[in-house]
């Protein structure tokens, strides 16, 4: 069973970073497409990014490109999200998931607050 740990949120500024991380365990993280997902208070889910398995093909949401940079460490299990210019909206939960649209099994989730 292959399960999914993120880390790394928390309380912010606007225009400030975080670098959120996902621990994979149960299976090589080779093995999938990764992506990054998120939901905001009230809201649905909204993919943010994803990344194939070489991670030689990434994408983003309009929202956050040229902001957000996802990444992964097949041989730590890794998966990253880099996110620098933090803006109010971008106040979510944010989920590690399996697939490259994060349709797949998801983990616990970490916030991210971005206020003032």
């Known amino acids: 069973e292959v399960q999914l740990v993120e880390s790394g949120g928390g309380l912010v500024q606007p225009g400030g970073s975080l670098r959120l991380s996902c621990a994979v365990s149960?299976?090589?993280?080779?093995?999938?497409?990764m992506a990054w997902v998120r939901q905001a208070p009230g809201k649905g889910l909204e993919r943010v990014s994803g990344i194939n398995r070489s991670g030689t093909r990434t994408e983003y949401a309009d929202s956050v490109a040229g902001r957000f940079t996802i990444s992964r460490d097949n041989a730590k299990n890794m998966l990253f999200l880099q996110m620098n210019s933090l803006q109010i909206e971008d106040t979510a939960v944010y989920y590690c998931?399996?697939?490259?649209?994060?349709?797949?099994?998801r983990g616990q989730g970490t916030q991210v607050t971005v206020s003032s």
């Open positions: 998931a399996i697939g490259f649209f994060g349709h797949n099994v």
């Open positions: 149960g299976s090589p993280i080779g093995n999938y497409d």
